[in-house]
């Protein structure tokens, strides 16, 4: 199985705040990683696919990079509503293996 | 509007069986394979399968084989996810998503099911 290694596991912020969140895969995956958004009590929410695609809908401060192993998310100035956690997955095979998560709280 | 719909939340003893199900409304039932991924309370995602509607083809994560079974009712455009032999750590909200064929993402889901295990 692909190993998914998020970082940080958590992380506080301020409104306003450029954040990073980092995914490595244990192999290459090519572009096939997705990163979702859940706030507590919800279904997550599909922000990027294809390493780099946002999803129709998902405001433009959310980015993504990378390929082969190692994907960054990004959040250019964060807003009170991105307070959540976010989960990277694999695409490239089964088992579609998921990050550990990252929670982003408010400083 | 692509929609899933979940059915209500379970209450299990352990060693019984539970089966949730996911109505789908919006689009072409056999066009896009179904996943589900259940979440422990306090815990992150974890991916435990898929089927496909078309030939109800299936793949499920090792660690649930043999408890687990995803099937879909293409009449009713509802797929369903069985899993047997329930523990504790069975304990948990269970969702289905729909990913498509390209990039495999899931950019709808279902509401949620929470499955709790307890004696």
Same mark, same amino acid.
Not at chain 2, 36 to 49: D, I, K, S, T
């Given at each position: 199985d692909i190993q998914m290694t998020q970082s940080p596991s958590s992380l506080s912020a301020s409104v306003g705040d450029r954040v990073t969140i980092t995914c490595r895969a #244990?192999? #290459? %995956? !090519?572009?096939?990683l997705n990163w979702y958004q859940q706030k507590p009590g919800k279904a997550p929410n599909l922000? %990027?696919? &294809? &390493?780099s695609t946002l999803q129709s !809908?998902?405001? #433009?401060?959310f980015s993504g990079s990378g390929s082969g192993t190692d994907f960054t998310l990004t959040i250019s100035s964060l807003q009170p509503e991105d307070f959540a956690a976010y989960y990277c997955q694999q695409s490239y095979n089964v088992p579609r293996t998921f990050g550990q998560g990252t929670k982003v709280e408010i400083k | 509007q692509v929609k899933l719909v979940q059915s209500g939340a379970e209450v299990k003893k352990p060693g019984a069986a539970v089966k949730v199900s996911c109505k789908t409304s919006?689009? *072409?039932?056999?066009?896009y394979d179904i996943s589900w991924v259940r979440q422990a309370p306090g815990q992150g995602l974890e991916w435990m399968g898929w089927i496909s509607p078309y030939n109800s083809k299936t793949d499920y994560t090792q660690s649930l084989q043999g408890r687990v079974t995803m099937t879909t009712d293409t009449s009713t455009s509802t797929a369903y996810m069985e899993l047997r032999?329930? *523990?504790?750590?069975? *304990?948990a909200v269970y969702y289905c998503a729909r990913y498509s064929s390209s990039w495999y993402e899931a950019g709808h889901w279902g509401q949620g099911t929470l499955v709790t295990v307890s004696s």
């Amino acid at each position: 199985d692909i190993q998914m290694t998020q970082s940080p596991s958590s992380l506080s912020a301020s409104v306003g705040d450029r954040v990073t969140i980092t995914c490595r895969a #244990s192999q #290459s %995956i !090519g572009s096939y990683l997705n990163w979702y958004q859940q706030k507590p009590g919800k279904a997550p929410n599909l922000l %990027i696919f &294809a &390493a780099s695609t946002l999803q129709s !809908g998902v405001p #433009s401060r959310f980015s993504g990079s990378g390929s082969g192993t190692d994907f960054t998310l990004t959040i250019s100035s964060l807003q009170p509503e991105d307070f959540a956690a976010y989960y990277c997955q694999q695409s490239y095979n089964v088992p579609r293996t998921f990050g550990q998560g990252t929670k982003v709280e408010i400083k | 509007q692509v929609k899933l719909v979940q059915s209500g939340a379970e209450v299990k003893k352990p060693g019984a069986a539970v089966k949730v199900s996911c109505k789908t409304s919006g689009y *072409t039932f056999t066009s896009y394979d179904i996943s589900w991924v259940r979440q422990a309370p306090g815990q992150g995602l974890e991916w435990m399968g898929w089927i496909s509607p078309y030939n109800s083809k299936t793949d499920y994560t090792q660690s649930l084989q043999g408890r687990v079974t995803m099937t879909t009712d293409t009449s009713t455009s509802t797929a369903y996810m069985e899993l047997r032999s329930l *523990t504790s750590d069975d *304990t948990a909200v269970y969702y289905c998503a729909r990913y498509s064929s390209s990039w495999y993402e899931a950019g709808h889901w279902g509401q949620g099911t929470l499955v709790t295990v307890s004696s």
